[in-house]
């Protein structure tokens, strides 16, 4: 009797938890994916700074000067086709997990629903209780009633 009612308080608890683990695990493997991602970007941007310095360092004369200014208008160019990309890229993975929340909710929802199916009482054996009680004499309850 007792190992039942174990069992069946540890079944309660998993599922009343599954919901929150989930939404965890989808959470952080969102966040680890973002994370990556941005720092792969910094990356990127940082070696496109560097770069820039290292050629900045190497220039002798004039002509290097306008060699430098001609690349410096390119790589600019470059840097902004590619933060479009990477802004674009994030908005992508944060609509892909909009709607893996949304799944999830959806899916929680439908689960607590079933569940509170499962619990009510069935119409049939509530309605005779109602009814049973209705046809029972009013009692009067007031105090006037109970002076004696």
Same mark, same amino acid.
């Given at each position: 009797?007792? +190992?039942?009612?174990?069992?069946?308080?540890?079944?309660?608890?998993?599922? !009343?938890?599954?919901?929150?683990?989930?939404?965890?695990? $989808?959470? $952080?493997?969102?966040?680890?994916?973002?994370t990556e991602y941005q720092l792969e970007a910094m990356k990127r941007y940082s070696q496109m700074g560097t770069e820039r310095?290292? =050629?900045?360092?190497?220039?002798? +004369?004039?002509?290097?000067?306008?060699? !430098?200014?001609?690349?410096?208008?390119?790589?600019?160019?470059?840097?902004?086709?590619?933060?479009?990309? +990477?802004?674009?890229?994030?908005?992508?993975?944060?609509?892909?997990?909009?709607?893996? $929340?949304?799944?999830? !909710?959806?899916?929680?929802?439908?689960?607590?629903? +079933?569940?509170?199916?499962?619990?009510?009482?069935?119409?049939?054996?509530?309605?005779?209780?109602?009814?049973?009680? =209705?046809?029972?004499?009013?009692?009067? =309850?007031?105090?006037a009633s109970r002076k004696s």
């Amino acid at each position: 009797m007792q +190992d039942k009612m174990l069992d069946e308080f540890n079944q309660q608890t998993r599922r !009343f938890f599954e919901p929150m683990r989930k939404l965890n695990s $989808l959470m $952080l493997g969102n966040m680890e994916k973002m994370t990556e991602y941005q720092l792969e970007a910094m990356k990127r941007y940082s070696q496109m700074g560097t770069e820039r310095m290292r =050629s900045a360092s190497e220039i002798r +004369d004039a002509q290097d000067l306008q060699a !430098f200014g001609a690349q410096q208008a390119e790589m600019m160019n470059e840097l902004s086709r590619q933060m479009m990309e +990477d802004a674009q890229t994030l908005g992508e993975m944060s609509q892909q997990f909009r709607t893996e $929340l949304e799944q999830l !909710f959806g899916e929680v929802s439908q689960e607590l629903s +079933d569940q509170a199916k499962q619990t009510q009482p069935s119409e049939a054996s509530a309605k005779p209780a109602a009814t049973s009680k =209705s046809d029972a004499p009013a009692k009067a =309850s007031s105090q006037a009633s109970r002076k004696s």
